[in-house]
């Protein structure tokens, strides 16, 4: 089945500084990927699409030069967070869908998460 | 929000129980997905059901979904130890790969010995 590499699965960070994560789609195509953010506890919240070789499309509510998006190929999608803060904490998840009818057995396609501290 | 709301928020059974949960959501889909997160992992998809169906199985578990009500059910049965994680159902609103999920709030299920 699909697979999709997010890297890294853990970081941390003092405040202030930028984290880049990364979603790669390993055995299939990606033209859009999906960022989304997970409090303990909750649900997970869509925070962008991301498109490849076009600009990602926010969700109302969050900051497109605080969470900068590059989907430079149809393997990659990178998310920045930049000048982290403790309330930037969260754990973020990417996912993906592989074209073709395969993902109607499979769904959608999640990377295994990175868990960001802010300190 | 356009977040689904499920019930309950936690379900804790002991072994070979069945765990039933709900879904509610609030425009009009494509399909409904569940996953299952076990803490601090990804999402593992379980299973598919699309608008024009009703009823859907693989192995332990059985979906409905009643579009009329905007709500789907996830029958776990049998449940196992290795069941005990967070479910989720996702739903799509269009058929093509840009199409977003809007997950629900979630499940916590709790499987005992």
């Known amino acids: 089945g699909a697979v999709v590499s997010q890297h890294p699965s853990w970081v941390i960070c003092k405040s202030g500084t930028s984290v880049k994560i990364e979603c790669r789609s390993l055995d299939f195509q990606a033209t859009t990927m999906f960022w989304y953010r997970q409090f303990p506890k909750q649900s997970l919240m869509l925070m962008a699409t991301s498109n490849e070789g076009s600009k990602a499309t926010y969700e109302q509510g969050v900051e497109k030069d605080k969470f900068l998006i590059n989907h430079a190929s149809l393997t990659l999608s990178t998310l920045t967070v930049t000048s982290a803060h403790p309330e930037d904490s969260s754990f973020y998840i990417c996912s993906a869908r592989p074209l073709g009818e395969a993902w109607v057995h499979y769904g959608y396609t999640f990377g295994s998460g990175t868990r960001l501290t802010v300190v | 929000s356009q977040q689904g709301e499920e019930d309950p928020q936690a379900l804790s059974i002991q072994e070979g129980e069945n765990a039933t949960m709900n879904c509610s959501y609030k425009?009009?889909?494509?399909?409904l997905q569940w996953y299952r997160q076990n803490s601090g992992r990804g999402l593992v998809h379980l299973i598919l059901?699309?608008?024009?169906?009703r009823e859907k199985h693989s192995g332990r578990l059985r979906v409905t979904l009643d579009t009329s009500k905007k709500s789907s059910s996830l029958l776990i049965t049998a449940s196992r130890a290795a069941d005990t994680a967070s479910y989720f159902c996702?739903?799509?609103?269009?058929?093509?790969?840009?199409?977003?999920?809007?997950f629900g709030t979630g499940t916590r299920l709790q499987v005992t010995l």
């Open positions: 059901i699309r608008s024009n169906e």
């Open positions: 425009t009009s889909i494509n399909n």
């Open positions: 996702a739903t799509a609103a269009g058929p093509g790969t840009a199409s977003k999920l809007t």
